[in-house]
């Protein structure tokens, strides 16, 4: 059964920092991966989407990476600011469905 | 404007009551979902829909029915045989199955 977890499950940064979000997951028969970004009380927004066969995929300040062998993939952000606030949510395809991980809430601090 | 819209925002649900979610999207998508979120979890699958006329069961589909009788349109009812139904329901769509989910708004039910 996939299980996909994140850590840290709270981050805060100052402005400016880079920093690296995990997510692991158990099983590596994926089609893909997608990062989300869930503000509170909103929606999920799509962030960036990992084809089971690509490495990374980038968008602005955002790279993500994937390492299907080791079940693990991180999301790289550059030079964060504080509306990069939010809850960042992996989510990984199998078969026939996505299982989500419980996020990471990070807070950019100005 | 393109996107997936759900109504109402807030719901409130009596005890024994049925109560239905509105979902619709007008991107041409052929794949919907309806996803249950509570605090601390990660989303959890209810039901999904590849194409008008189907749809299957996803984790926790008990309590719950759908129908896919529109492209644009997957309603989600809640019945009165779900016990625990205040959380926070989240529909997708994605042109197919295998594509990137885009996510609506989201409808906060809550119990009286």
């Known amino acids: 059964k996939q299980e996909v977890t994140q850590i840290p499950a709270a981050l805060s940064v100052p402005e400016g920092e880079n920093l690296v979000l995990n997510c692991s997951f158990t099983?590596?028969?994926?089609?893909?991966l997608q990062w989300f970004r869930q503000d509170p009380g909103k929606g999920l927004t799509s962030l960036l989407l990992?084809?089971?066969?690509?490495r990374e995929q980038t968008s602005g300040r955002l790279n993500a990476s994937l390492d299907k062998s080791s079940g693990r993939s991180t999301l790289y952000i550059a030079a964060s600011q504080p509306g990069d606030s939010a809850t960042y949510l992996c989510?990984?395809?199998?078969?026939?469905?996505?299982?989500f991980g419980t996020g990471t809430r990070l807070k950019v601090l100005a | 404007d393109g996107g997936i819209t759900q109504s109402p925002k807030y719901l409130f649900r009596k005890e024994g009551q049925n109560v239905t979610l509105s979902c619709e999207q007008n991107?041409?998508?052929?794949?919907m979902y309806w996803y249950r979120q509570d605090p601390g979890q990660g989303l959890r699958l209810i039901y999904y829909?590849?194409?008008?006329?189907?749809?299957q069961k996803g984790d926790i589909a008990e309590g719950y029915s759908v129908s896919r009788e529109k492209k644009e349109s997957f309603p989600l009812t809640v019945t009165s045989a779900q016990k625990n139904p205040t959380a926070f329901y989240l529909c997708?769509?994605?042109?197919?199955?295998?594509?990137?989910?885009?996510f609506g708004p989201g409808t906060r039910l809550l119990v009286l």
């Open positions: 997708a769509s994605s042109i197919s199955y295998q594509e990137t989910q885009y």
């Open positions: 099983d590596s028969a994926i089609y893909n």
């Open positions: 990992i084809q089971s066969s690509q």
């Open positions: 989510a990984v395809k199998g078969t026939y469905k996505y299982i």
């Open positions: 991107l041409n998508h052929d794949a």
């Open positions: 829909s590849q194409i008008v006329n189907d749809f």
